[in-house]
Antibody, heavy 118, light 109 residues
Framework: QVQLQESGPGLVKPSETLSLTCTVSGYSISSGYWWGWIRQPPGKGLEWIGSIYHNANTYNNPSLQSRGTISINTSKNQFSLKLTSVTAADTAVYYC???????????WGQGTLVTVSS | QSALTQPRSVSGSPGQSVTISCTGTSNDFGVYNYVSWYQQHPGKAPKLMIYDVRKRPSGVPDRFSGSRSGNTASLTISGLQAEDEADYYCCSYTGSSVLFGGGTKLTVL
C-alpha cells in the first residue's frame, strides 16, 4: 500500500520560497512511476504544479512561469517542491501524489495547508 | 492555460443517474485518451474514480462510468447514493502538461 505524506512550513512570507517534501512509504520511488504536486486554494479547484520521474526528469505547469522546481531524493524515498517568489495567491493545500502511469493520480497524500502571509 | 470547463453544480435524487461534462479544446485533450476523474469530499484528498477515459481503479463501484466524445469527456454516476455527494474534477494530459477542470459539486437531494 503506497502512502504519501507532505511536510513543510505552514506559513511562508511573501516573496520568499515555499519548500515542501513528500515522503513515500510502501514503494521505492526509484522503481519507477511519475510523482506529482497538486495544489488547491481554499474553496477553489485543483491545479497541477508539476511531476518528476525517478530519474529526475520533470515537467511543470507553464502557468507557474518557472517559479516551481521539483527534485527527487531516492535514497530518502522523497521528492520535494520549491516555489519561489510566493504571493498570497499561492496560499493553498498542497498535495503530493503518485501518477499511476496514465497521467492519473492514483495515490494522494493528506495534503498540507501553506499560507502566504507576513 | 485555462481549466477544463465543468458545470459548477449538478444534482439528483437517490437511485437516479447524473452526468458531469468536461469540455476543452482539442489542445486540452491532445491526441491522447488520458482523461481521469476525481471525487473529493470536504476536507479530504481527491480520490481517483476513472482513468484512461473509462477505466475504473480497483474498489470503485461500477456505478461510475466515463466516456469521451471529441473535446468533451463525461462522468456518469448511476444509482445515486447519499455518499456520492462530493466535488468531482476531470483531468487531462495535453501532451505537455496536466490540466484539471474547475470542479462540479454534486448534490444528492
Amino acid at each position: 500500500q503506497v502512502q504519501l505524506q507532505e511536510s513543510g512550513p505552514g506559513l511562508v512570507k511573501p516573496s520568499e520560497t515555499l519548500s515542501l517534501t513528500c515522503t513515500v512509504s510502501g514503494y521505492s520511488i526509484s522503481s519507477g512511476y511519475w510523482w506529482g504536486w497538486i495544489r488547491q486554494p481554499p474553496g477553489k479547484g485543483l491545479e497541477w504544479i508539476g511531476s518528476i520521474y525517478h530519474n529526475a526528469n520533470t515537467y511543470n505547469n507553464p502557468s507557474l512561469q518557472s517559479r516551481g522546481t521539483i527534485s527527487i531524493n531516492t535514497s530518502k524515498n522523497q521528492f520535494s517542491l520549491k516555489l519561489t517568489s510566493v504571493t498570497a495567491a499561492d496560499t493553498a493545500v498542497y498535495y503530493c501524489a503518485r501518477d499511476g502511469g496514465s497521467y492519473d493520480f492514483c495515490n494522494w497524500g493528506q495534503g498540507t495547508l501553506v499560507t502566504v502571509s507576513s | 492555460q485555462s481549466a477544463l470547463t465543468q458545470p459548477r453544480s449538478v444534482s439528483g435524487s437517490p437511485g437516479q443517474s447524473v452526468t458531469i461534462s468536461c469540455t476543452g479544446t482539442s489542445n486540452d485533450f491532445g491526441v491522447y485518451n488520458y482523461v481521469s476523474w476525481y471525487q473529493q469530499h470536504p476536507g479530504k484528498a481527491p480520490k481517483l474514480m476513472i482513468y484512461d477515459v473509462r477505466k475504473r481503479p480497483s474498489g470503485v463501484p461500477d456505478r461510475f462510468s466515463g466516456s469521451r466524445s471529441g473535446n468533451t469527456a463525461s462522468l456518469t454516476i448511476s444509482g445515486l447514493q447519499a455518499e456520492d455527494e462530493a466535488d468531482y474534477y476531470c483531468c487531462s494530459y495535453t501532451g505537455s502538461s496536466v490540466l484539471f477542470g474547475g470542479g462540479t459539486k454534486l448534490t444528492v437531494l
